[in-house]
């Protein structure tokens, strides 16, 4: 008998036809928003269209003026980088191995895997060496990293499982990943600008590669803080030999880990829980995403904790699953007979692995504690298994191996684990961090407020205010949502594999939920700080565009799709503060190009002093090719201490004299203009001390002298 095929009811007809119109007035909304970055040039996102109108303007913004091009000189920071990658693979592969995980995953999420827990392993080591003084040795370093590059290869000749293993990709979908990495490939080895990379994350790496050491800073509180992700940079100055080029290898390598990675991991996620096409969709949601592009290319490090999170949470839904897949070869001539076979047992090895690349993501940043390891731990215990108390012990034992040192160097040169937070709590037995500088950074990190109005700004800032929104990530993801309470609701999916990728899709929205309350209560609400949470973002929004086989609704994903995609490729090649856009400008042309170096930067470079530059307010201090040394503006600032008493009075002309020569201090550049930024209302703040009378009355005591513009840079004056 022949059965008829089941039509579709009129009101859901309806319901998606109303979601696709839905999706459309979001556009408009979304696109009639402006975009801050470039608010001075168009006053909303629809009209950054009308900046294609003069294609010349991009040859000289891609090119320089006059025109240069240049693309292969590249290549040694990409092959740097690609050994790094290499190297984190070997060592990735041979834990997994050794743990007896590999046979649970396919050859894709290997690889993932892999790399991830490799990186993690190669910062933690760095770390080791830095703390024994051993940081600055580069043939250390480099013969640490040849050893499972050399194993890789030595496998790969062996043909071991690893490689025999393999499964055919679509070449639509190759031929679509091609077209999406091609901006990141453009600007992952480009030199950083953005503040925060250039101030932060960079000087102290740059410091401990000149001096092997990477113990408790003074300078800058930022470098105190855990630097896993920043140790990217520090493995590439190492193998380059060379702090500027190595840091550009790093920044790839970090900029890999943050995109091109989480995208295969989405994809490879999505194949195994749900369809092909949900991992196709999540991971193109997920590379197209303004923010991912932004963070990866500039150095920034929020994706890699978003890559660390969601590995973190990848593992143990594997681990969960009621039946794991075991990846077995009967003939390594014919790929289609590596077929997964069911069992039972859960490895441990997947949990273990779970926590570590969640101690992972807390090794980049303190609220990855928050954000991955508190919710982790709670599926555990409260997870749909059978708990166990081992369970629990082993995935706590792995995070701390991941990040457990980071917390004991700050124990250790503090007394306070998680400095400079918890102030009050754990004090610092350094004497470096006062109750004042407490106060100050508790005020300008704290939420600023509870209130109706606060909340909603905080609403609309996350639905499409963002800069670095994606027009397709938030519609979809309601649609998505909406659509798994429905059917939570009607209780339809009583049994078979579609109920379990509702638990599995109601768990990431729950952990979602979790990190956008601690985001909203706890923090500064700044909205980079949830970059971490995008992949499980994606997940979601991949669900939501295939929630209904209705053609209207087909349709309208595909064009909000393509408009995604034609978005994001827009934003990537515009420039914007704190982005580099000098896509083909040689790489010489690009270390002293006015519009990247700061003129008195550039000054001292060319002309460097004969001792040591001690910058005042200016923290980027990257980019200097000479001795520096410098504070944020949160630390006790070195001209301060030499020139004042503490009782606040002025030390003697000769004293002063005498500590600026202890410090082989030369040379003094004071930046008014960014002392006076961080005084606005609501910055960070900046000693009251530094006032341009201070500078007059040392000058007027022969302490110092003008070196070119009035009370900018000066000169220490030697007593004859």
């Not at 400095?419 to 508790?442: I, M, S």
């Not at 034609?566 to 270390?591: D, E, H």
Request: hydrophobic share 50%; aromatic share 16%.
């Amino acid at each position: 008998m022949k059965h008829k095929r089941r039509q579709p009811s009129s009101s859901a007809d309806l319901r998606f036809f109303l979601a696709a119109v839905g999706l459309v007035l979001y556009l408009f909304l979304f696109f009639q928003s402006p975009f801050g970055p470039l608010a001075a040039f168009v006053s909303c996102r629809a009209f950054l269209l009308t900046l294609f109108l003069n294609p010349a303007v991009f040859v000289e913004l891609w090119c320089g003026d006059p025109v240069q091009f240049a693309i292969l000189d590249r290549l040694p920071l990409f092959l740097c980088a690609a050994v790094c990658l290499l190297a984190a693979y070997g060592l990735g592969h041979f834990t997994l191995r050794i743990t007896c995980v590999t046979k649970f995953l396919d050859p894709l999420e290997r690889f993932v895997f892999s790399t991830a827990i490799g990186l993690s392993l190669f910062s933690t080591l760095l770390l080791i060496l830095g703390l024994c003084g051993l940081a600055g040795q580069c043939w250390l370093v480099r013969g640490l990293t040849m050893i499972p590059v050399l194993s890789v290869f030595l496998f790969t000749a062996k043909g071991t499982e690893s490689t025999k293993k393999g499964m055919k990709i679509p070449y639509s979908l190759l031929g679509l990943s091609f077209l999406l990495v091609i901006p990141y490939f453009l600007a992952f080895p480009l030199p950083p600008v953005e503040y925060d990379v250039v101030s932060y994350h960079l000087p102290g790496v740059k410091e401990t590669f000149l001096t092997g050491d990477f113990g408790f800073r003074t300078d800058s509180v930022y470098t105190n803080m855990p630097f896993g992700a920043e140790m990217y940079f520090l493995w590439g100055m190492l193998l380059y030999g060379d702090w500027y080029h190595g840091a550009l290898a790093g920044k790839i390598v970090l900029g890999f880990t943050g995109s091109l990675l989480p995208s295969l991991a989405l994809f490879s996620f999505g194949r195994r829980f749900f369809t092909n096409t949900i991992g196709v969709i999540a991971a193109v949601l997920y590379l197209t995403t303004p923010w991912v592009y932004y963070i990866s290319v500039t150095g920034l490090i929020d994706c890699a904790v978003a890559t660390y999170l969601f590995l973190a949470v990848y593992a143990l839904a594997v681990f969960q699953s009621p039946n794991q897949f075991l990846w077995t070869t009967e003939s390594t001539e014919n790929p289609k007979n590596a077929v997964p076979s069911v069992v039972k047992k859960k490895p441990p090895g997947l949990l273990f692995f779970s926590g570590f690349l969640a101690g992972s993501a807390v090794s980049c940043k303190y609220p990855a504690l928050l954000f991955a390891v508190v919710p982790l731990a709670a599926a555990i215990v409260f997870g749909s298994f059978s708990y166990k108390f081992r369970n629990f012990v082993l995935f706590f034992i792995a995070v701390l191996l991941a990040c457990g040192l980071w917390f004991g160097k700050n124990a250790a040169f503090t007394g306070n684990p998680v400095y400079p937070l918890l102030y009050n709590v754990f004090g610092d037995r350094t004497g470096t961090w006062t109750p004042e500088k407490n106060a100050r950074w508790t005020r300008v990190h704290s939420p600023s407020g509870f209130t109706l109005a606060s909340a909603s700004d905080s609403t609309t800032q996350l639905l499409w205010k963002s800069d670095y929104h994606s027009p397709a990530l938030v519609p979809l993801t309601l649609c998505g949502l909406i659509s798994l309470f429905f059917r939570y609701k009607n209780r339809r999916n009583v049994k078979g594999v579609q109920k379990k990728e509702d638990r599995l899709l109601f768990a990431i929205s729950v952990h979602l939920f979790f990190i956008l309350l601690c985001w909203w209560f706890l923090t500064h609400r700044m909205d980079r700080f949830l970059i971490p949470v995008l992949p499980l973002v994606a997940i979601l929004a991949a669900g939501g565009a295939v929630i209904s086989s209705n053609p209207v609704w087909k349709k309208t994903v595909l064009l909000v799709l393509g408009i995604t995609i034609a978005y994001s490729t827009l934003l990537a090649i515009l420039p914007q503060p704190g982005k580099y856009n000098r896509f083909f400008l040689p790489m010489q042309a690009m270390r002293t190009d006015p519009h990247r170096v700061l003129p008195w930067t550039q000054y001292y470079n060319e002309n460097p002093p004969p001792g040591t530059l001690l910058l005042i307010g200016e923290a980027k201090a990257f980019d200097f090719a000479v001795p520096v040394l410098f504070s944020s503006c949160f630390d006790d600032s070195l001209f301060e201490l030499i020139v004042k008493e503490k009782d606040g009075s002025f030390k003697p002309p000769e004293e002063i004299r005498r500590l600026f020569r202890e410090h082989g201090i030369s040379d003094i550049y004071v930046d008014w203009g960014e002392i006076a930024r961080f005084r606005s209302p609501g910055n960070y703040g900046f000693s009251e001390f530094i006032v341009p009378q201070v500078f007059d009355r040392l000058v007027r005591q022969g302490v110092l002298i003008h070196n070119g513009k009035e009370n900018e840079a000066f000169r220490v004056v030697e007593r004859k």
